[in-house]
């Protein structure tokens, strides 16, 4: 994943994010290649989870539709509980790169799991720290993967310069 371009964009609301994942689908943007990552509400300090690579996973609580709408569009469900982080739920590839970054193929000691994975995607190693934060914070990270025209096609369709992108 890290040598294609990546389009990230961070949203303060789930609706918002919803929204962009709703646009991008419309327009007829791969939903393979969208991943999205946001917080849960539980903390522990050790990580654990349940992740589902096929089917969709469910969620309960105050963000479930949000999520449960998500991960019927996405490929690939997480829910961790990332020590330093807090809990993470996670739709689309970003699931695969969080998982080799928990067995310590992508995050070196260096970066939380989180940020490892986020790194792996080809997200600046200044800019996922950043957006670790902003995670924390309860915002929601919208990541389109993809060729260099699919990103750019992706940029249009949300109306974001090259500003927004890592």
């Keep these: 994943m890290k040598n294609e371009p990546v389009l990230s964009i961070l949203y303060d609301t789930h609706e918002q994010a919803e929204q962009a ?40 609580g105050g963000t479930g539709a949000f999520w449960g709408s998500i991960w019927s569009l996405l490929f690939g469900s997480a829910f961790f509980l990332v020590p330093g982080v807090g809990p993470v739920l996670l ?28 790194a792996s995607t080809g997200i600046p190693e200044n800019s996922v720290l950043d957006y670790e934060t902003q995670i924390k914070a309860g915002k929601y990270l919208l990541i389109a993967h993809g060729k260099a025209a699919e990103v750019a096609r992706a940029r249009e369709i949300l109306g974001v310069g090259e500003l927004a992108s890592a």
């Design 21 to 60: 994942v709703e646009d991008l689908q419309v327009s007829g943007y791969p939903l393979k290649q969208l991943s999205i990552v946001g917080q849960g509400s539980h903390t522990e300090e050790k990580v654990v989870g349940y992740y589902n690579m096929g089917d969709r996973m469910l969620n309960w």
């Design 91 to 118: 739709a689309g590839p970003i699931v695969a790169a969080l998982l080799l970054a928990l067995e310590g193929a992508v995050a070196g000691g260096t970066l939380s799991a989180l940020a490892g994975a986020l």
